[in-house]
C-alpha cells in the first residue's frame, strides 16, 4: 500500500510519496520512481504508473523534468511534453500531475488557489542557494498567480542532524551573505551542519510567499520510509532509489 505524506495547506491533490508500496527490490525496495537510477526500468514504469493512479491522472500526464540542481523552471502546458533540463515546473492546466525525484534534496510544492496555478521544485543546496524557489514563484506570476497567495511546503529531506558539511561548504554561504551562518552549527573535527530545510524555508519567505513549511521528515533518519543519497553513501551501497513529490489541480 503506498504512503503519501499531505499537507493541509495545500488545497489541490498532492502528495509526497515514500519508499512504501513499490514494486522495486534490493537496495531500491519500494516505490523507486527514478528513471535515472540503476533499477530495471520495466519496474521504475510500475511505480510511476502506481504514482499516476494515486494521483488520478494517465501516466503520460505525471510530468516531470531532467533535474539538473539548476534554478531553471519549466512552464508545463500538456501532458506527454518532453523532459526538459530544469528543476522546476509550473502550470494552470488541470489534469496534469507535476512531479519532482528527490533523495535527501528539497522536494517543495507550490499553490496558489485563488489564480489555480501550481508549481514543484527540486532545491537541493545548490538549487536553492542559485534561486530556484524565487524562480518556481515568478513562473507561477507569470501564469497569474501572486507570490502571497502561494502556500508552499517542503517535504522530506535531510535534516540539519544528519547533513555534516565542509568549511568551503560554509564559506560558500557566508561570502554570499554573513547572515547565512545561522543555518550552520558546529560539527565534529572542524566540520559543520547544514539545515537545509530552515534554509529552503528562509528563501520562500524572502521571496513573498504567503505561507511556507516543511513537513519535518528527515530522509535519512528514517530508512524504512525514505531514500537517502548521503546514507546511501555512508554504507557503500552501488546506488539508491528516488522518492516522488506530486502535485496536481
Known amino acids: 500500500m503506498l504512503e503519501i505524506i499531505t499537507s493541509d495547506a495545500i488545497p489541490f491533490r498532492h502528495g509526497f510519496f515514500t519508499r512504501k508500496g513499490g514494486a522495486s527490490s534490493g537496495v531500491f ?52 511534453e518532453a523532459r526538459p533540463r530544469a528543476d522546476g515546473l509550473v502550470t494552470r492546466q488541470p489534469g496534469i500531475a507535476l512531479s519532482i525525484l528527490t533523495a535527501d534534496c528539497q522536494p517543495v510544492l507550490f499553490a496558489d488557489p485563488e489564480a489555480g496555478v501550481i508549481g514543484a521544485a527540486h532545491a537541493g543546496w545548490r538549487g536553492a542557494f542559485d534561486g530556484v524557489l524565487e524562480a518556481t514563484v515568478s513562473a507561477m506570476a507569470g501564469l497569474g498567480a501572486r507570490p502571497d497567495r502561494i502556500c508552499a511546503v517542503i517535504g522530506p529531506c535531510i535534516s540539519q542532524a544528519a547533513y555534516e558539511v565542509s568549511e568551503e561548504f560554509l564559506q560558500t554561504f557566508l561570502t554570499e551573505d554573513p547572515q547565512n551562518a545561522r543555518f550552520f552549527a558546529n560539527g565534529r573535527a572542524g566540520r559543520y551542519q547544514f539545515d537545509l530545510p530552515s534554509y529552503g524555508l528562509y ?8 505561507e511556507a513549511s516543511w513537513t519535518g521528515h528527515c530522509t535519512y533518519a528514517d530508512p524504512a520510509r ?24
Open 226 to 249: 525514505f531514500f537517502s543519497y548521503r546514507r546511501t553513501t555512508h554504507a557503500g551501497e552501488a546506488d539508491y532509489g528516488r522518492l516522488i513529490a506530486t502535485i496536481r489541480l
Open 29 to 80: 525496495a519500494g516505490l523507486n520512481c527514478g528513471s535515472g537510477s540503476s533499477d530495471q526500468a520495466e519496474i521504475v514504469a510500475i511505480n510511476r504508473g502506481r504514482v499516476a493512479e494515486a494521483m488520478g491522472v494517465a501516466p503520460d500526464a505525471l510530468a516531470a523534468v531532467h533535474q539538473v540542481h539548476s534554478a531553471d523552471v519549466v512552464t508545463i502546458t500538456a501532458p506527454g
Open 203 to 210: 528563501r520562500l519567505r524572502e521571496a513573498g510567499v504567503g
